[in-house]
Nanobody
Framework: QVQPVESGGGLVQAGGSLRLSCVTS????????MGWFRQAPGGQRDLVAT???????HYADSVKGRFTISRDNAKNTVYLQMNSLKPEDTAVYYC?????????WGQGTQVTVSS
């Protein structure tokens, strides 16, 4: 079992920045990849960024050049640095831990970008 817990969401003006954190507990040695997803009201849950245990990153086209995913293995934490935020980035952001065929989700953190 792996339990991700997100923090760092909030309200920010367009053009601003936020950093999300995701601390994981449990069988963290079994995690193969971590990711951030987001879900806007009435929308589906979409991938934002992922990072593998080897450090390989992947980003959705909509956030490339603005968001950066990183990890601190010593702290069992994954970060999502979000810069140049836009109103369309408003969503609940979820942390995901991939363990083989299983995915573990956090409870989500709200990010609201005002215009």
């Amino acid at each position: 079992q792996v339990q991700p817990v997100e923090s760092g969401g909030g309200l920010v003006q367009a053009g601003g920045s936020l950093r999300l954190s995701c601390v994981t507990s449990g069988s963290i040695f079994s995690i193969t990849a971590m990711g951030w997803f987001r879900q806007a009201p009435g929308g589906q849950r979409d991938l934002v960024a992922t990072i593998t245990s080897g450090g390989t990153t992947h980003y959705a086209d909509s956030v490339k050049g603005r968001f950066t995913i990183s990890r601190d293995n010593a702290k069992n934490t994954v970060y999502l640095q979000m810069n140049s935020l836009k109103p369309e980035d408003t969503a609940v952001y979820y942390c995901n831990a991939e363990v083989g065929l299983y995915h573990y989700w956090g409870q989500g953190t709200q990010v609201t970008v005002s215009s």
